[in-house]
Nanobody, 124 residues
């Protein structure tokens, strides 16, 4: 399984961006976005369950982020708005072929495959 994140870049505070995660290989049941800022631990951002499109968001992005998937293209997107410097980080996508409940979507340990990250920089 290969995951490739893209779409990062420099954004002004208050702006928005859309990150993309391209998945290839076996079918995935759940795909998530995590991020890691310098000097901080990796943190969960959002996740989507492939079958029913159930989603879960971290409190830090809830209300200003939308995760979605395109089955035909095997793509997962993360649309984020109202960006602040606190959103600056390397964003990476992760996936698991196993099905689990919505409550587990935010757990880093359930994801088996991880892609390279894409850098998001937010200027104030």
């Amino acid at each position: 399984v290969q995951l490739q994140a893209s779409g990062g870049g420099l954004v002004q505070a208050g702006g928005s961006l859309r990150l993309s995660c391209a998945a290839s290989g076996r079918s995935m049941s759940n795909v998530a976005w995590f991020r890691q800022a310098p000097g901080k631990e990796r943190e969960f951002v959002a996740a989507i369950r492939w079958t029913d499109r159930a989603t879960r968001y971290s409190d830090s992005v809830k209300g200003r982020a939308t995760i979605s998937r395109d089955s035909a293209k095997n793509m997962v997107y993360l649309q984020m708005g109202s960006l602040t410097p606190e959103d600056a980080a390397v964003y990476c996508c992760a996936a698991s072929p196993r099905a689990f409940n919505t409550g587990s979507l935010s757990r880093e340990s359930v994801y088996d495959y991880w892609g390279q990250g894409t850098q998001v920089t937010v200027s104030s």
